[in-house]
């Protein structure tokens, strides 16, 4: 509970917002800013745990960039304060003239939910669909959306993921991420002590750089940037001809392992080895190691996914743990549940799910690839998209190919930006829209991947809004109700709100919300907003935006009753949500949702059979290719520059103020010695980093632990703080939109060819 420690010092708890672990905080509250911030021993999960970026979080929330108020573009480029009022009439007008002049596919929204907000995502959502579009860009498919379609056909629905209990497992092979910096799994710095103290476990390291982690590790293989699928692919091979896969988990609860067998019994182990140039010792050793391991599980992140064969990576990793039946058990890998849906899924054999238009790009887990989106503007004629809304995201500095994105940004004839701060994406939009912090509003993410257990927190606001800002949920549902989408009001539903007795709980407006989309099914996508003006409007302490989680609530609870049961709700399968629903409200800091048995993972799996797919034929076509894939031609590019490495000091785009920084405030390339010295060039000292789309200067850092001919840039600089030079490298002026991976088109931003000079 808030409470008030000493006069004018109130203490609270919340989330940090930095990434995908949502650490719960306890602090203190002083001036409506933030005077303490520690981590929160009652969130169930983190447990007091947190790393140093969360203590600077005052600079996210009290900062020179911060937006107060709803700005319109001037004829002359400048910006001009106008009112909530004016900013949603025209909008709506605006969006409502390209739709019905060029149709929803003219519209494109980007975006919706960072690192820790997802709770406006809901309200986002459904501009979408009042756009009548399905044109969904986000970060998630210029990341992960290679892996989601793999876990589509090995699992049966885009949505199975998976998670990795590396607390339990006794050998963890972690592959192309760095969890010291990057974090991913649970408190993890932590997590890799106790790993590495305790001589019974074994942690191995892919990684091409002596990173944090792979200092800690019982084992590194230092492949070759881009490697992994020829590495994991041996791996799988050995274990095969070795025998060493688990053929009763493979009878009991796969199909297509003889197929399987025959294509990796065909691969040229030691060509595959000498490829990734690693020792073939050591790789025969782990292989077997792993397959022998009682509790074996896998960990991947970027380093797979941001480079060369991103779905074939994630095919891969996915049959390292299940041949060898790490799967569905302690320690191993498991799917896990989810209360909110952020991803959905569009398998692309389902002619439903419409391409874009220029690139006749499927979408994947319901998202687009940002990589095509500027073509998608640029040159795809009179189908063109001519309005994009961008939505906690700086896509001109987060997605590849900075210059293609601003031409193709500057060409739309309608830009909305909603964000926290002026950001570089803001500076080109027509109108830009405050919205409230995450720590002025309810919020929550959908991060929460955890299995057997799994939770959710919501937080309750923190500070007093300054300013003329808005949260997501009054945006969204302001315009669509100018857009005439839904009405301003649904006085019925809202007067049975208001009058529920507790004894019925919410059971009356849950009866008569079903009626209502009943009848008028055309309301059912903008459920969202009308629970905010009816069964919101009832909530305590302004909760308005919350009211969306009931429904979700009560489906999770019939779906996962016994699970949900455990975790100590009560109720039957249908009033159990109800339950679930106030302790989400009401416990500050967090709470389990669901709380399984190991075994229950095969009622997670979405084939009818249960059964998980071994074989995926587009799989075996990519491992037919790799074979006669050609080395890289370094001639003119001699240097394969990793365009966004995770480092103590950054985090995306969420804090813009550089003085949250303690270390590394150029934003350091990181070079090998050797390499430094051909140069000519010491700690401190400047060189030119040059791709075939552009260039940065950049501050040279000597690091003996990355790969010769190899250098690294940090991701989450190169921002323009209150309108300064930019800060650290522009990294996307260096990456092209189409340096991506055919099939997913997920860019391979750790395998950029790059040449260095030194700067005169
Ligand atoms: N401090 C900090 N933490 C963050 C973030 C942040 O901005 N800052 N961002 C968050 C986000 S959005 C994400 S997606 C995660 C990403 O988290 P990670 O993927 O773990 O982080 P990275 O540093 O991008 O990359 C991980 C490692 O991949 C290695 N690598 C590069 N190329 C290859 C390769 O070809 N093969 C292999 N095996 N490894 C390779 C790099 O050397 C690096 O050590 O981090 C999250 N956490
Ligand atoms: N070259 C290269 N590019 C990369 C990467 C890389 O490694 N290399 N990493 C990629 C990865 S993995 C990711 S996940 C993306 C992340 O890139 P983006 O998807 O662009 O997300 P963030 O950088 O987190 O940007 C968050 C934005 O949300 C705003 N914001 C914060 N709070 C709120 C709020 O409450 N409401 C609203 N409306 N806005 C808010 C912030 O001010 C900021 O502008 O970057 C990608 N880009
Ligand atoms: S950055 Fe991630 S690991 Fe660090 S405190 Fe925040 S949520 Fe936790
Ligand atoms: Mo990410």
Same mark, same amino acid.
């Not at 001037?74 to 004016?86: K, V």
């Not at 003006?533 to 489906?555: D, H, Q, V, Y």
């Given at each position: 509970?808030?409470?008030?420690?000493?006069?004018?010092?109130?203490?609270?708890?919340?989330?940090?917002?930095?990434?995908?672990?949502?650490?719960?905080?306890?602090?203190?509250?002083?001036?409506?800013?933030?005077?303490?911030?520690?981590?929160?021993?009652?969130?169930?999960?983190?447990?007091?745990?947190?790393?140093?970026?969360?203590?600077?979080?005052?600079?996210?929330?009290?900062?020179?960039?911060?937006?107060?108020?709803?700005?319109?573009?001037?004829?002359?480029?400048?910006?001009?304060?106008?009112?909530?009022?004016?900013?949603?009439?025209?909008?709506?007008?605006?969006?409502?003239?390209?739709? /019905?002049?060029?149709?929803?596919?003219?519209?494109?929204? &980007?975006?919706?939910?960072?690192?820790?907000?997802?709770?406006?995502?809901?309200?986002?959502?459904?501009?979408?669909?009042?756009?009548?579009?399905?044109?969904?860009?986000?970060?998630?498919?210029?990341?992960?959306?290679?892996?989601?379609?793999?876990?589509?056909?090995?699992?049966?629905?885009?949505?199975?993921?998976?998670?990795?209990?590396?607390?339990?497992?006794?050998?963890?092979?972690?592959?192309?991420?760095?969890?010291?910096?990057?974090?991913?799994?649970?408190?993890?710095?932590?997590?890799?002590?106790?790993?590495?103290?305790?001589?019974?476990?074994?942690?191995?390291? $892919?990684?091409?750089?002596?990173?944090?982690?792979?200092?800690?590790? /019982?084992?590194?293989?230092? %492949?070759?940037?881009?490697?992994?699928?020829?590495?994991?692919?041996?791996?799988?091979?050995?274990?095969?001809?070795?025998?060493?896969?688990?053929?009763?988990?493979?009878?009991?609860?796969?199909?297509? $392992?003889?197929?399987?067998?025959? &294509?990796?019994?065909?691969?040229?182990?030691?060509?595959?080895?000498?490829?990734?140039?690693?020792?073939?010792?050591?790789?025969?050793?782990?292989?077997?190691?792993?397959?022998?391991?009682?509790?074996?599980?896998?960990?991947?992140?970027?380093?797979?996914?941001?480079?060369?064969?991103?779905?074939?990576?994630?095919?891969?990793?996915?049959?390292?743990?299940?041949?060898?039946?790490?799967?569905?058990?302690?320690?191993?890998?498991?799917?896990?549940?989810?209360?909110?849906?952020?991803?959905?899924?569009?398998?692309?054999?389902?002619?439903?799910?419409?391409?874009?238009?220029?690139?006749?790009?499927?979408?994947?887990?319901?998202?687009?690839?940002?990589?095509?989106?500027?073509?998608?503007?640029?040159?795809?004629?009179?189908?063109?998209?001519?309005? &994009?809304?961008?939505?906690?995201?700086?896509?001109?500095?987060?997605?590849?190919?900075?210059?293609?994105?601003?031409?193709?940004?500057?060409?739309?004839?309608?830009?909305?930006?909603? /964000?926290?701060?002026?950001?570089?994406?803001?500076?080109?939009?027509?109108?830009?829209?405050?919205?409230?912090?995450?720590?002025?509003?309810?919020? $929550?993410?959908?991060?929460?991947?955890?299995?057997?257990?799994?939770?959710?927190?919501?937080?309750?606001?923190?500070?007093?809004?300054?300013?003329?800002?808005?949260?997501?949920?009054?945006?969204?549902?302001?315009?669509?109700?100018?857009?005439?989408?839904?009405?301003?009001?649904?006085?019925?539903?809202?007067?049975?709100?208001?009058?529920?007795?507790?004894?019925?709980?919410?059971?009356?407006?849950?009866?008569?919300?079903?009626?209502?989309?009943?009848?008028?099914?055309?309301?059912?996508?903008?459920?969202?907003?009308?629970?905010?003006?009816?069964?919101?409007?009832? %909530?305590?302490?302004?909760?308005?935006?919350?009211?969306?989680?009931?429904?979700?609530?009560?489906?999770?609870?019939?779906?996962?009753?016994?699970?949900?049961?455990?975790?100590?709700?009560?109720?039957?399968?249908?009033?159990?949500? $109800?339950?679930?629903? =106030?302790?989400?409200?009401?416990?500050?800091?967090?709470?389990?949702?669901?709380?399984?048995?190991?075994?229950?993972?095969?009622?997670?799996?979405?084939?009818?059979?249960?059964?998980?797919? %071994?074989?995926?034929?587009?799989?075996?076509?990519?491992?037919?290719?790799?074979?006669?894939?050609?080395?890289?031609?370094?001639?003119?590019?001699?240097?394969?520059?990793?365009?966004?490495?995770?480092?103590?000091?950054?985090?995306?785009?969420?804090?813009?103020?550089?003085?949250?920084?303690? &270390?590394?405030?150029?934003?350091?390339?990181?070079?090998?010695? =050797? /390499?430094?010295?051909?140069?000519?060039?010491?700690?401190?000292?400047?060189?030119?980093?040059?791709?075939?789309?552009?260039?940065? =200067?950049?501050?040279? =850092?000597?690091?003996?632990?990355?790969?010769?001919?190899?250098?690294?840039?940090?991701?989450?600089?190169?921002?323009?703080?209150?309108?300064?030079?930019?800060?650290?490298?522009?990294?996307?002026?260096?990456?092209?939109?189409?340096?991506?991976?055919?099939?997913?088109?997920?860019?391979?931003?750790?395998?950029?060819?790059?040449?260095?000079?030194?700067?005169?």
């Amino acid at each position: 509970m808030t409470q008030v420690t000493q006069p004018g010092v109130r203490s609270d708890v919340t989330a940090c917002i930095l990434c995908s672990r949502n650490c719960g905080l306890a602090v203190e509250i002083q001036d409506n800013q933030f005077k303490k911030i520690k981590g929160d021993d009652q969130q169930p999960f983190s447990q007091g745990y947190i790393c140093q970026k969360a203590a600077r979080l005052e600079h996210y929330q009290n900062h020179a960039d911060r937006l107060r108020h709803p700005l319109k573009r001037q004829s002359d480029g400048s910006f001009a304060e106008i009112s909530w009022d004016q900013a949603i009439k025209e909008i709506a007008a605006k969006l409502l003239h390209i739709r /019905d002049s060029y149709g929803g596919t003219a519209f494109a929204s &980007v975006g919706g939910g960072g690192q820790g907000n997802h709770l406006g995502g809901a309200y986002s959502r459904q501009l979408l669909l009042a756009m009548k579009s399905f044109y969904s860009y986000n970060a998630l498919a210029q990341e992960k959306t290679g892996d989601f379609w793999v876990n589509g056909r090995v699992f049966g629905n885009q949505q199975c993921h998976t998670t990795e209990d590396v607390e339990h497992a006794d050998y963890i092979l972690f592959i192309g991420t760095n969890p010291f910096q990057a974090h991913g799994i649970p408190n993890a710095r932590d997590t890799l002590k106790h790993i590495k103290k305790d001589p019974n476990r074994t942690m191995v390291v $892919f990684d091409p750089r002596v990173s944090e982690t792979a200092k800690q590790a /019982d084992i590194h293989l230092q %492949l070759k940037p881009g490697t992994d699928a020829f590495l994991m692919s041996a791996m799988i091979s050995i274990i095969i001809r070795e025998n060493l896969h688990d053929q009763q988990f493979i009878d009991q609860h796969t199909y297509g $392992f003889e197929q399987l067998k025959q &294509v990796f019994l065909a691969v040229p182990v030691e060509d595959c080895i000498h490829r990734a140039g690693v020792d073939s010792e050591l790789v025969y050793q782990v292989a077997r190691d792993f397959a022998r391991a009682k509790h074996g599980c896998v960990r991947i992140d970027l380093g797979l996914q941001h480079s060369l064969h991103t779905t074939l990576n994630g095919y891969l990793e996915k049959l390292l743990y299940l041949v060898t039946g790490n799967f569905g058990k302690q320690g191993g890998n498991n799917l896990h549940t989810a209360l909110i849906p952020i991803i959905s899924d569009t398998d692309e054999r389902n002619p439903k799910y419409r391409r874009s238009m220029y690139h006749h790009m499927f979408p994947i887990s319901g998202f687009f690839p940002p990589n095509i989106l500027p073509d998608e503007i640029l040159k795809a004629g009179d189908k063109r998209i001519r309005a &994009v809304f961008v939505d906690s995201s700086n896509p001109l500095m987060t997605y590849a190919d900075t210059p293609a994105y601003t031409k193709a940004f500057e060409s739309l004839d309608l830009l909305v930006v909603v /964000d926290v701060a002026m950001t570089e994406t803001a500076q080109l939009a027509d109108y830009v829209l405050p919205a409230h912090s995450q720590f002025e509003k309810w919020e $929550f993410t959908g991060f929460n991947l955890e299995f057997p257990k799994n939770g959710f927190h919501l937080r309750h606001p923190l500070f007093t809004p300054t300013g003329n800002t808005l949260p997501e949920a009054e945006i969204y549902t302001r315009l669509l109700e100018e857009m005439k989408v839904i009405p301003k009001q649904f006085s019925l539903l809202k007067k049975i709100a208001e009058n529920e007795s507790p004894k019925t709980k919410r059971l009356g407006y849950m009866a008569a919300l079903g009626a209502l989309l009943a009848k008028n099914s055309q309301f059912i996508p903008y459920a969202a907003s009308i629970t905010y003006r009816t069964l919101g409007e009832t %909530l305590p302490n302004n909760a308005a935006s919350t009211a969306f989680l009931l429904p979700l609530a009560i489906k999770f609870a019939v779906e996962n009753t016994k699970a949900v049961q455990r975790a100590g709700y009560q109720g039957n399968k249908l009033t159990l949500g $109800f339950d679930l629903f =106030e302790h989400i409200l009401n416990d500050r800091s967090g709470v389990v949702i669901s709380e399984h048995h190991y075994e229950d993972v095969w009622s997670l799996v979405a084939y009818k059979d249960r059964k998980i797919r %071994l074989a995926i034929p587009e799989m075996f076509v990519a491992l037919a290719e790799l074979k006669q894939e050609p080395t890289l031609d370094q001639t003119e590019y001699p240097f394969i520059l990793f365009a966004g490495e995770r480092r103590s000091y950054n985090a995306n785009q969420i804090y813009r103020d550089p003085a949250w920084r303690k &270390v590394d405030p150029h934003g350091s390339l990181r070079i090998h010695p =050797e /390499d430094a010295a051909r140069f000519e060039v010491i700690n401190g000292d400047k060189l030119r980093c040059i791709s075939r789309n552009g260039q940065v =200067e950049v501050v040279v =850092e000597l690091d003996a632990g990355m790969q010769k001919g190899v250098v690294s840039l940090p991701h989450g600089y190169g921002m323009r703080y209150q309108g300064s030079e930019p800060i650290g490298p522009r990294l996307n002026m260096l990456t092209s939109s189409d340096h991506c991976e055919p099939f997913s088109k997920t860019p391979y931003q750790k395998y950029v060819p790059v040449k260095l000079e030194k700067v005169a």
